[in-house]
C-alpha cells in the first residue's frame, strides 16, 4: 500500500466508481444515444464533461501543475466534504483545526460523525506547532490550516506550515481560498514535493464567481484520482464550466479587481483606524479587514439599522469584539465609514 492509500477509509480501498455514459465514451462520434438526454439542442441538453478537462486545462496553465492535479468542486466546500469523506471513519477518526478558523472543517465533519479536536492560535494568531504536535493521536487523519485565515486575515508562517507537512502522519490541507490578494504567500510548489498536501483554491472571492460554485483542489495525482472516485458523477454543472472559460478569457478583470480591493484595504485599513471606538485594526492578507471594537454587538446593531451588513465575530475565540469588514467598492467603503463616524 502507498502512504496516501494507508490513510484511506478501508472500505473505499475496493470501491467501483460510478462509470457515466460520458466516462465511458471517451472518442469522437456525430450521434450520441447513450445517456438517455433529450436530443433537441439547447445548450444544456447534455450532460457536462464529468472532468472537466477543457477548464482543467486552463487552471492547469495558470497554476503550474497537471491537469490530473486538480479536482474541481461544487464550491471548495464540495472538496472539503469529499477529502473528509475519503479519510475519515466515521465515529473513530478525528479531524485537527487551528482556532479560529473558517466554520466549514468542523461542520462538514460534524455531519460525517468525525469528531473535531480544535487547537487554539497563538495570541499573533499564529499556528501553535507545539500544540498541534501534543494533540496529534493516530486517529488524527487531516490538519487543515487556512491561510490566509478567516476570519483573522494572517498568512500562516511558511516553516511552521513545512514542518506540519513534513511531521504530520495524515493529510495536511491549505486552504488558499484568499491567495490571489497575496499570491507570494502560496504553498503550490509544495505541492510536488509533498504527496500529503491538498491546497484548496476557489473562484468565489478574487474572481467575482460565489455565485457559480467553484473551487478547486491540488495535490498528487494519487490524491486527486482518489477524490475523483468518489465525487458525484456531474458535480460541476455546464453552466458553470462555461463560466468558467469565459472567465479566463478576461483574466485581466479579475487582476483589477484584485489591485482595486488592496488599493481599498489600504484606505479602509486607515480609516478604521482612526474611528476613537476601535481599538485594534488587524492586518490582513486577504479581502476582509478584522477589527475590535469597544462594543463589537451594539456597533454591529447600529450598522445594520443604517442598511450596512458586516460579520459579527466576537464570540470567537481571540476574537472578542470583533468585527469582520469585507473590502467593498469605494463607494461602499465610504458609506461604512461615514455610517461608523456618524
Ligand atoms: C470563502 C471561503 C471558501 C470558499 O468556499 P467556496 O465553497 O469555494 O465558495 C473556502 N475557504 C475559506 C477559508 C473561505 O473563507
Known amino acids: 500500500m502507498t502512504s496516501v492509500e494507508k490513510l484511506i477509509q478501508p472500505h473505499l480501498l475496493t470501491l467501483k466508481p460510478y462509470s457515466s455514459a460520458r466516462h465511458e465514451f471517451t472518442g469522437t462520434a456525430n450521434i450520441f444515444l447513450d445517456a ?3 436530443p433537441y439542442q439547447t445548450g444544456r441538453n447534455r450532460y457536462p464533461d464529468p472532468f472537466q478537462n477543457e477548464v482543467k486545462k486552463k487552471i492547469a496553465k495558470w497554476r503550474g501543475v497537471a491537469t490530473d492535479q486538480i479536482f474541481l468542486g461544487n464550491g471548495s466546500d464540495e472538496a472539503i466534504d469529499l477529502i473528509i ?15 479560529p478558523t473558517y466554520g466549514m472543517y468542523a461542520v462538514s465533519a460534524q455531519i460525517h460523525n468525525i469528531s473535531v479536536n480544535k487547537i487554539p492560535l497563538q495570541k499573533d494568531f499564529e499556528l501553535d506547532v507545539e500544540a498541534i504536535f501534543k494533540t496529534i493521536q493516530p486517529n488524527s487523519k487531516i490538519l487543515f490550516i487556512c491561510s490566509p485565515n478567516n476570519p483573522t486575515g494572517n498568512c500562516m508562517l511558511l516553516d511552521d506550515m513545512v514542518s506540519l507537512i513534513e511531521q504530520f502522519p495524515g493529510i ?3 486552504d488558499e481560498a484568499y491567495i490571489d490578494f497575496c499570491p507570494e504567500e502560496t504553498m503550490m510548489k509544495y505541492v510536488k514535493q509533498f504527496s500529503n498536501l491538498i491546497i484548496l483554491q476557489t473562484f468565489s472571492k478574487a ?6 460554485r467553484l473551487g478547486m483542489a491540488f495535490g498528487s495525482s494519487e490524491i486527486i484520482s482518489w477524490i475523483n472516485k468518489i465525487k458525484p458523477p456531474y458535480n460541476i454543472n455546464i453552466l458553470t464550466q462555461q463560466a468558467i472559460l469565459d472567465a479566463f478569457d478576461n483574466q485581466k478583470q479579475m487582476k483589477k479587481w484584485v489591485e482595486n480591493m488592496l488599493q481599498q484595504k489600504a484606505w479602509l485599513t486607515d480609516e478604521l483606524a482612526q474611528i476613537p471606538f476601535v481599538k485594534t485594526v488587524y492586518p490582513s492578507k486577504a479581502n476582509f479587514i478584522l477589527a475590535e471594537m469597544d462594543d463589537a454587538k451594539n456597533r454591529y446593531k447600529e450598522l445594520v439599522t443604517k442598511g450596512i451588513v458586516v460579520r459579527d465575530r466576537s464570540n470567537v475565540l481571540l476574537c472578542d469584539e470583533c468585527l469582520r469588514f469585507s473590502i467593498g467598492t469605494a463607494t461602499e467603503n465610504k458609506a461604512l465609514i461615514n455610517a461608523m463616524n456618524s
Open 207 to 212: 474572481w467575482g464567481l460565489a455565485g457559480i
Open 36 to 38: 438517455n438526454e433529450n
Open 85 to 99: 469523506r475519503l479519510f475519515c471513519r466515521p465515529g473513530k477518526d478525528e479531524i485537527l483545526i487551528p482556532d
Open 172 to 174: 495536511v490541507v491549505i
